[in-house]
């Protein structure tokens, strides 16, 4: 429910914190974008198969939103993310200790799981704290957290595969979760009483689905997730394979998908303002296709710079007017209805990651770029038809 909070004490009290926990959960997420080819070569497999640290990951999380929403909007947002961090901490633990591609596989969905607690009630939370007149600047703030972390796992993990070792970037994981996980524990809210107005899980589910908008919301976020982050976790290994780029190099590259999103969040103000959200939403799905269109059809990787960059400040021009209206589809189960966004966008990474693989193993990295550089237009073009129509 929206509560009295508002936006100085959020800052002044929680913000920092939760934004620390979206920052280690994205570097958590991307970290094995850039490890596939030293978890192939450890482990004697194709590039593939060590994707499955990557899908797995990303279907726990996807269907864990199911959990986390309503825990979050039953026992206190801010308490479900402290318990999810701290969990982090301990499964990042493990990982540095696995045998094979299978426990590490197997972990990594373990480490999906408790991610899922992070970001979303994270934005849930800010959803409650923050009037929809600021939301999408504080949102934008918050994104500015968590594509920082993008970055540092994307970077982090080519630099520990080219200098040390794939098992060393867990170990920076479990510091970076024990210390947030830490930080979070000393600043826990007096619980609340679970018992008091508080429909079950199914009841508040159902709710949200029941709103029309709500559900072409949850659409868009599915098909977004399949045709962005099924490209985006192969650039690390195309720009290795085809150009001969060093693993760190070509982290360093994909990373400027994140500088682009930093540049959005500098400039969300502005751009809401000369565009709106139609325009956002257009524009942001054409600078996608652009950038991918660069990365498949480019034979020289210094394209991949602007690319990158390009594709980036497009992803987040369209997410963030997706996750705004998000906050606001189902404001009576704001968790829960931004954790089934969660929920539906990562299952589309998931499903996208898992079919662009076997087409990957099969035609080259190359037509995961040609998919997405013809999809990701349409779903801009779509989206700001959507919000056309529902003003009307």
Not at 331 to 356: M, N
Request: hydrophobic letters at 55%; glycine letters at 10%.
């Amino acid at each position: 429910m929206q509560t009295s909070v508002n936006e100085d004490s959020m800052h002044k009290g929680t913000f920092y914190l939760i934004a620390a926990a979206g920052f280690a959960s994205m570097a958590g997420m991307r970290i094995c974008d850039a490890l596939l080819p030293s978890l192939a070569a450890s482990f004697q497999v194709s590039t593939g198969t060590a994707a499955s640290s990557i899908s797995l990951f990303v279907i726990a999380y996807g269907f864990l939103q199911l959990v986390y929403g309503p825990l979050g909007d039953r026992y206190g947002k801010q308490r479900v993310i402290t318990y999810a961090v701290a969990a982090c901490a301990f499964i990042n633990l493990a990982l540095v200790f696995a045998s094979s591609m299978t426990a590490v596989a197997v972990m990594r969905a373990i480490a999906g799981a408790v991610t899922a607690g992070i970001i979303p009630l994270g934005m849930a939370h800010i959803g409650d704290s923050v009037p929809y007149s600021d939301r999408q600047r504080v949102l934008a703030k918050f994104l500015s957290a968590t594509i920082t972390g993008m970055i540092g796992g994307q970077w982090v993990g080519g630099l520990f595969a080219d200098l040390l070792d794939w098992r060393a970037a867990f170990v920076l994981l479990t510091a970076l979760f024990g210390g947030v996980a830490f930080m979070l524990l000393r600043a826990l809210p007096p619980k609340p009483d679970p018992s008091v107005g508080q429909p079950g899980f199914l009841v508040q589910m159902r709710g949200v689905l029941q709103v029309a908008w709500a559900r072409r919301i949850l659409t868009l976020a599915l098909i977004e997730g399949a045709f962005v982050f099924s490209a985006l976790v192969f650039i690390p290994t195309y720009l290795h394979s085809r150009f001969g780029l060093p693993l760190t190099a070509a982290g360093a590259i994909v990373a400027l998908y994140g500088a682009g999103g930093l540049a959005y969040t500098f400039l969300a103000r502005h751009l809401l303002r000369r565009f709106g959200e139609k325009g956002l939403a257009r524009i942001g799905g054409a600078l996608m296709g652009t950038g991918f269109a660069l990365l498949a059809f480019s034979s020289h990787w210094a394209w991949a710079v602007p690319a990158c960059l390009v594709a980036g400040l497009g992803f987040y021009m369209l997410h963030n007017t997706l996750q705004v209206n998000a906050t606001q589809m189902a404001p009576h189960a704001r968790g829960t209805a931004v954790s089934l966004f969660a929920c539906s966008l990562f299952l589309g990474q998931s499903l996208g990651i898992g079919a662009v693989a076997i087409l990957v193993d099969k035609y080259g990295i190359g037509a995961a770029f040609i998919a997405s550089m013809i999809a990701l237009p349409l779903i801009g073009a779509w989206f700001a038809h959507s919000i056309s129509s529902r003003l009307r």
